[in-house]
Nanobody, 114 residues
């Protein structure tokens, strides 16, 4: 069973930056991957995606502030978050895209607050 591990979350002030990493028990390099986030009482929402070839997509709410990249040597997918806002506070998850997804990891908590 594939295991996903998200890391890098924490408490940051508005305007600050965080770098999240997604690691897995399988090679990620050939899978299109997505970053998602969820707040209590709300559905998980898609933040952005990256294909195996490096093409990316971002939700309007994060476009221009977040960047997804792939580090195949480290087998990770990275979410660089800049100019963070309080509304970016959530638990962040990663998963493969498509109709077949892997079991969700624990996620990593991001809290943006002064």
């Amino acid at each position: 069973q594939v295991q996903l591990v998200e890391s890098g979350g924490g408490l940051v002030q508005p305007g600050g930056s965080l770098r999240l990493s997604c690691a897995a028990s399988v090679s990620l390099r050939f899978y299109p991957m997505g970053w998602y986030r969820q707040t209590p009482g709300k559905q998980r929402e898609l933040v952005g995606t990256a294909t195996s070839g490096g093409s990316t997509y971002y939700a309007d709410s994060v476009k221009g502030r977040f960047t997804i990249s792939r580090d195949n040597a480290k087998n990770t997918v990275v979410l660089q978050m800049n100019s963070l806002k309080p509304e970016d506070s959530a638990v962040y998850f990663c998963n493969r895209l498509g109709t077949t997804i892997w079991p969700w990891g624990q996620g990593t908590q991001v809290t943006v607050s002064s």
